[in-house]
């Protein structure tokens, strides 16, 4: 598990070409887990406990997602104590054939990484576990 005083990203320039393309500048960015355990989710179940990350564009802050990441890129970018769970020293980001893959010093930790504008509103609790009963 990462230090949350120290997490660090190195992005690789083809995925940040991708990354560009889907975030406006002065957006935040979250490193956020895709598996039921935060609103900005839409999978879940226990197939995917950990296993699925992606990048959420906000306009602005969430309070649940703290801890910022230090990026080359100049994003400003924050996830949480959940996501640090999954996740080791030495994080990359790289890109191959348009798609995205965050891996650490242990290997890969996700290739189809994506990247989203959020738009609307988190879904609750409630909603996350009717979800996460349906996909797996």
Known sequence: MLDPKNVELKIKDDAKAIMDKKIEPGQVVLLALNDGSNGYSKLGGTCTIGANFQFVA?????????IPVKNNAGFDMYTSDKELTFLDEGLVLNARNATLALSDNEGVV???VTVTKFEGKKLSKEEMEKLGGKIC
Do not use: R, T
Not at 59 to 66: A, N, R, T, V
């Open 58 to 66: 906000l306009d602005g802050k969430d309070p649940e997602f703290d």
């Open 110 to 112: 996700d290739g189809a």
